[in-house]
T-cell receptor, first 112, second 113 residues
Framework: NAGVTQTPKFQVLKTGQSMTLQCAQDMNHNSMYWYRQDPGMGLRLIYYSASEGTTDKGEVPNGYNVSRLNKREFSLRLESAAPSQTSVYFC???????????FGNGTRLTVT | EDKVVQSPLSLVVHEGDTVTLNCSYEVTNFRSLLWYKQEKKAPTFLFMLTSSGIEKKSGRLSSILDKKELFSILNITATQTGDSAVYLCAVDPPGGGADGLTFGKGTHLIIQP
């Protein structure tokens, strides 16, 4: 019963490097989300995908791109990492407006 | 401007105490208000509230929503050290799409033995 799986768990990047955070869910959910969590800021929505083939910007999309590869997978890409992107990134999935989101265990990213 | 405001931001109590965590919001006509508990890793779901005045309970935890006054509270009775966590309040805003939850900054609760 894996739920939402994120990889990697930890990553250190140098400024300007690129990387892709992976997320997969096995609950057959239509909607998937990427959030970032910073101290004192709560969880902020970066991008979301309401269904396979669609993506939309959230509150803080600048510096990120996403791909909804199929119904199970939703990846987040940093093309040119910046220290301001140091954060913990959470992927989540959900099925309907009447059910809660399920979160992965997060990716802790440090950009030096 | 924050749409979901939680208070207090941090709280330290002793084991056995009762605590009340607050969540106020500016979003009107939302579909639901949710509470999550976050320990080291992923936020885990506690309650979803959609109707005003109806209390949801799970063991020592309970929550209620007041849609008229735009707030919700989360109560924990007979607290235990395992209740130490960040408690997150989130609102599902209006709109037709699955456009994500709006979270407050959380209340960091510490239960001392």
């Amino acid at each position: 019963n894996a739920g939402v799986t994120q990889t990697p768990k930890f990553q250190v990047l140098k400024t300007g490097q690129s990387m892709t955070l992976q997320c997969a869910q096995d609950m057959n959910h239509n909607s998937m989300y990427w959030y970032r969590q910073d101290p004192g800021m709560g969880l902020r929505l970066i991008y979301y995908s309401a269904s396979e083939g669609t993506t939309d910007k959230g509150e803080v999309p600048n510096g990120y791109n996403v791909s909804r590869l199929n119904k199970r997978e939703f990846s987040l890409r940093l093309e040119s990492a910046a220290p301001s992107q140091t954060s913990v990134y959470f992927c989540a999935s959900g099925d309907s407006r009447n059910s809660p989101l399920h979160f992965g265990n997060g990716t802790r990213l440090t950009v030096t | 401007e924050d749409k979901v405001v939680q208070s207090p931001l941090s709280l330290v109590v002793h084991e056995g105490d009762t605590v009340t965590l607050n969540c106020s919001y500016e979003v009107t006509n939302f579909r639901s208000l949710l509470w999550y508990k976050q320990e080291k890793k992923a936020p885990t779901f506690l309650f979803m509230l959609t109707s005003s005045g109806i209390e949801k309970k799970s063991g020592r935890l309970s929550s209620i929503l007041d849609k008229k006054e735009l707030f919700s509270i989360l109560n924990i009775t007979a607290t235990q050290t395992g209740d130490s966590a960040v408690y997150l309040c989130a609102v599902d805003p209006p709109g037709g799409g699955a456009d994500g939850l709006t979270f407050g900054k959380g209340t960091h609760l510490i239960i001392q033995p």
